[in-house]
C-alpha cells in the first residue's frame, strides 16, 4: 500500500514487527514465510538485529525448512523498490565464477508482504548465512598472522571485484563483513549500495563514521563510494598481520571499530592510534597508516582504488608462506638469483674475467746443458783452488778466491738463463697490474655505504613530502572553496537585503508619488485663482496690480506672511513669504491685508486639499509596480551571477586540486623512476663489489702463492737443483 501524495509513509518500529512476527501465519502471504518459525529471546519474543533503517529477523520456513533473514524496514527510504530492484538486477548479472569468492547473497525485495495492525509494509527476503563479523573472527584469529594476511588479500579482491562491475556497498565495515567458515568474505545489508543503474539518484546513508571519509557528504554516491573505508579495513588487516599486539593496543573490546576511529581521521595530528600506525617499524603497517591519513582529507572521487594500492610490502607471514610454497630454483641467465625474482631485480653484470690461469713454475725442472757445465765446473774450480793451496801460490787468498768467483759468476749466468725465473717474473708482473686495475674493496664498499645512506635518506624525505604537499594542496582547495562559499554567503546577503526592502521601497514610491499627485493638484487649483478676479477682503485693484508686480498673481504664488516691526513709525508691518521661499515687502500690503491675503489663500487651499485624489490611478501604479519588478529581477539575475560565479570558483579551485594532484603524481612517478632507477644501479654495483672483492681476494692469493713459489728460485735453490734435481 503506498503512502498518500504529498506525505512520507511511516513504518512500524521494530517492537511492532516482533509482535506481528509472533503469528507469521497471519501476517505473511508469501509462502515461503507463511507459518515460519522466528528465532526467539529469553522471554520468547522473536529475536530482532535492530539498525538505523531496519531490524533483521531470523526466520525458518516451514514450508521448505530453509532459514532466512527478514529485514523489516523501520524508516522511509525514497525510491526504496527502484533501488532493490536495480541492485538485484546488477547482482543477478555477476558470474559467480569470475568473482574471487561468493560474497554476493541472493535476496528478493517483497512489496506489501507483512502486515503489522492494518497496513501492510515490504521486507527484503534473504538467504541465511552461517559466518561471523569480521571483529568477532579478529577477536579469535588476530594472533593467526598467516590466516589475517590472507583474509587481508581475500577482501582486496572482494574490492577489485566490486570496482571492476562499478559496484559500491556505500557502508563497509567489521558488521557488513563477515567471515564464512572457509575464511571466505560475504558482504551484507546493500541498503545503500551504488549501482549504475542508480545513478543520478542519492544516497541513502553516509555509512558508518569509523569507517567513513571525514569529505564524504550526502551528495556522494557513486562507483567510488567504498575506496576510503577499504583503504581503512586493508590496513587494518595488514597491520594485524604484521604485529597482532596492535589489535589489544588499538582495538576495544566489543568497539565499532577495527584499529582506528572517526576522531583519528578527523585530527590525524592528535590521534594516538595513527601515530602508533605511523611509527611502526614495520614499512607495510607505517606505510598503509600513511596512506590512509594523506586519503582522508581528499575529495572521494580523487581517492585510489585499493584495486591499485601502494607498492605492496611483504610482511612476515606472507613472506614465510611464500618462501615455503615455492621452490627456489635459478633462472638461466640471472646471475644465481631464484627464478620467482627475475624481472623484479636488475639482472646482473657478467662477472669480470678470472684471474689469470698461468701459475708460476714451482721449481727449476729439467736440466740444460749450460746447468750441467755449471754442476761440473764447481767440482773442477774447487779443486782448483784445493791445489792452489797446497801447491803453496805465492798469493794463496787470490789464488784460492779467484776460481770461486768465477763458479759462482758461472752459476749466476746459468740461473739467470732458466726459463723458470721468467716465468715466475711475468707471473708476479701480471698479477701486480691486474690488482692495481682493481678498486680497493673496503673503499668501495665504504663508498657504497654512504651513497646507499644518502639515497635512503633523500627517499624518506620525498616520500614523506609527497603526502604532505597532497595534504597542501587539498587544504588549499578547502579554503578556497570556503573563501569561495564566503564571498558568496556576503554578496547574496546583501543582495537579499536589498530584495526584502523592495516593498518598503515600493510603499513610499507609491507615497510619494500620491502625495506629489495631490500636491500637484493643490497647486494647479491655486494657481487658478487669480487675485485680481478674486480679491481677498481690503484688496483693490491697485494693490492687486502692485502684488502682481510683485509676482504674487496667484494664490499659489505665495504662502503666506511674516510680521515685521517698523521702529521708524513704531508700528508692525509684514512681508509675504513667495512659493520659492524668498519675502518681498509690497508697498500698501501692511499687518492687515497681509492676514486677509493669507486668510484668502488658506480658504482656497482647504478648498483644493479637500477635493484633491486620494489614491494613484492603476496605470500610474502600475509603472510604479513594473519599476520594483524591474529592479527585483535585476536583484535575483545578480543573486543567480554570484552563485555562478561561485560555482565557477568552485571548478577552478577542484580544476587546481586536479592539476596539482596530477603534477604531483608525475612528479612522484618520475622520482619513483629515478628511485627504482638508482636502486638497480645499487643492486648492479653490490654484485660488482661482490664479485670485484673474490677477484680481489682471489689475486691476493695468487700474488702471495707467486711470491712463495718464485723464492723456491732463488740461488741456493738453483746450486740444489743442480746436483740433486729439484
Avoid at 527484503?124 to 552461517?130: C, D, F, R, T, Y
Avoid at 581503512?232 to 604485529?243: G, Q
Avoid at 521702529?567 to 509684514?574: H, I, K, P, Q, R
Avoid at 496605470?619 to 509596480?625: C, G, L, R, S, Y
Wanted: hydrophobic letters at 40%.
Amino acid at each position: 500500500m503506498g503512502s498518500p501524495t504529498g506525505q512520507q509513509r511511516q513504518f512500524p518500529s521494530g517492537a511492532a514487527y516482533a509482535e506481528a512476527l509472533q503469528h507469521t501465519q497471519l501476517c505473511f502471504e508469501h509462502p515461503e514465510l507463511k507459518g515460519a518459525r522466528p528465532e526467539l529471546t529469553k522471554l520468547g519474543l522473536p529475536r530482532a538485529i535492530s539498525g538505523a533503517f531496519a531490524s533483521v529477523f531470523s526466520l525458518t520456513s516451514a514450508a521448505s525448512g530453509r532459514r532466512y533473514a527478514v529485514k523489516c524496514f523501520t524508516r522511509h527510504v525514497p525510491d526504496q523498490e527502484l533501488r532493490y530492484q536495480a541492485i538485484s538486477s546488477r547482482l543477478a548479472q555477476l558470474d559467480q565464477a569470475e568473482l574471487s569468492q561468493p560474497w554476493n547473497l541472493g535476496f528478493e525485495y517483497l512489496p506489501d508482504a507483512i502486515g503489522v495492525g492494518r497496513e501492510r509494509y515490504p521486507v527484503l527476503k534473504m538467504e541465511w548465512i552461517n559466518a561471523v563479523t569480521l571483529s568477532s573472527w579478529l577477536d579469535d584469529n588476530h594472533t593467526d598472522r598467516f590466516a589475517v594476511d590472507r583474509l587481508a588479500d581475500r577482501f582486496e579482491a572482494l574490492t577489485r571485484d566490486l570496482s571492476e562491475h562499478e559496484i559500491a556497498h556505500g557502508d563497509l565495515q567489521h558488521g557488513n563483513l563477515l567471515v564464512a567458515s572457509d575464511d571466505t568474505l560475504r558482504l551484507v545489508d546493500y541498503d545503500g549500495m551504488y549501482v549504475p543503474a542508480l545513478a543520478g539518484l542519492g544516497g541513502t546513508e553516509r555509512g558508518h563514521r569509523n569507517y567513513q571519509s571525514p569529505m564524504r557528504g550526502n551528495d556522494d554516491f557513486g562507483a567510488a563510494l567504498d575506496r576510503f573505508s577499504a583503504w581503512v579495513i586493508f590496513m587494518s588487516l595488514k597491520a594485524t598481520a604484521a604485529d597482532p599486539a596492535l589489535w589489544h593496543r588499538l582495538h576495544e573490546p566489543s568497539g565499532e571499530f577495527l584499529l582506528l576511529t572517526e576522531e583519528d581521521f578527523k585530527s590525524p595530528g592528535g590521534s594516538a592510534g595513527l601515530q602508533t600506525l605511523l611509527a611502526h617499524p614495520d614499512p607495510t603497517v607505517s606505510g598503509l597508516a600513511d596512506q590512509v591519513r594523506s586519503l582522508a582529507f581528499q575529495p572521494l572521487d580523487l581517492l585510489p582504488p585499493l584495486a591499485h594500492p601502494i607498492p605492496k610490502q611483504r610482511t612476515a607471514a606472507t613472506t614465510t608462506a611464500s618462501a615455503s610454497s615455492r621452490p627456489t630454483t635459478t633462472a638461466p641467465g640471472t646471475g644465481g638469483l631464484p627464478g620467482w625474482m627475475t624481472g623484479h631485480v636488475p639482472p646482473q653484470a657478467a662477472p669480470p674475467p678470472a684471474a689469470t690461469s698461468a701459475t708460476s713454475p714451482d721449481g727449476f725442472h729439467t736440466r740444460t746443458p749450460l746447468d750441467v757445465v755449471t754442476a761440473v765446473l764447481w767440482p773442477l774450480l774447487l779443486a782448483a783452488t784445493a791445489l792452489v793451496i797446497v801447491a803453496g801460490f805465492p798469493q794463496p787468498l787470490i789464488g784460492a778466491v779467484a776460481p770461486v768467483i768465477v763458479a759462482a759468476m758461472v752459476t749466476t749466468f746459468a740461473r739467470s738463463r732458466r726459463v723458470e725465473r721468467a716465468q715466475s717474473r711475468a707471473v708476479l708482473t701480471r698479477l701486480a697490474d691486474e690488482l692495481a686495475q682493481l678498486e680497493d674493496p673496503v673503499k668501495a664498499a665504504e663508498k657504497l655505504r654512504k651513497d646507499k645512506a644518502k639515497f635512503d635518506a633523500a627517499e624518506v624525505k620525498r616520500t614523506t613530502a609527497y603526502p604532505q604537499a597532497q595534504d597542501k594542496l587539498t587544504a588549499q582547495y578547502h579554503a578556497e572553496l570556503r573563501e569561495a562559499e564566503k564571498r558568496k554567503v556576503r554578496k547574496q546577503r546583501e543582495i537579499d537585503k536589498k530584495i526584502d526592502g523592495l516593498s518598503e521601497e515600493l510603499r513610499k514610491a507609491l507615497a510619494k508619488a500620491l502625495a506629489d499627485k495631490q500636491s500637484a493638484f493643490v497647486r494647479e487649483r491655486l494657481s487658478r485663482r487669480l487675485i485680481a478676479q478674486s480679491p481677498p477682503h481690503g484688496i483693490g485693484a491697485t494693490l492687486a496690480a502692485r502684488l502682481a508686480a510683485a509676482g504674487i498673481r496667484t494664490a499659489a504664488d505665495f504662502t503666506g506672511y511674516r510680521p515685521v516691526q517698523n521702529s521708524s513709525y513704531n508700528s508692525t508691518g509684514a512681508v509675504l513669504v513667495l512659493s520659492s521661499g524668498r519675502v518681498i515687502n509690497v508697498q500698501g500690503i501692511g499687518e492687515a491685508k497681509a492676514i486677509a491675503l493669507d486668510v484668502w489663500r488658506k480658504d482656497l487651499f482647504a478648498s483644493a486639499v479637500a477635493r484633491q485624489p486620494t489614491a494613484l490611478s492603476v496605470a500610474e501604479q502600475q509603472q510604479i509596480e513594473r519599476d520594483i519588478t524591474r529592479r527585483r529581477a535585476q536583484l535575483a539575475d545578480q543573486r543567480k551571477a554570484v552563485e555562478s560565479g561561485t560555482e565557477a570558483s568552485r571548478k577552478q579551485a577542484r580544476k587546481n586540486l586536479e592539476d596539482g594532484q596530477e603534477r604531483l603524481t608525475r612528479e612522484n612517478t618520475l622520482a619513483g623512476n629515478r628511485a627504482r632507477q638508482r636502486r638497480q644501479e645499487f643492486g648492479r654495483r653490490t654484485v660488482a663489489l661482490q664479485q670485484s672483492s673474490t677477484l680481489h681476494g682471489t689475486l691476493s692469493a695468487s700474488m702471495e702463492a707467486a711470491k712463495l713459489r718464485h723464492r723456491g728460485l732463488s740461488y741456493a735453490c738453483y746450486v740444489r737443483f743442480l746436483y740433486i734435481g729439484w
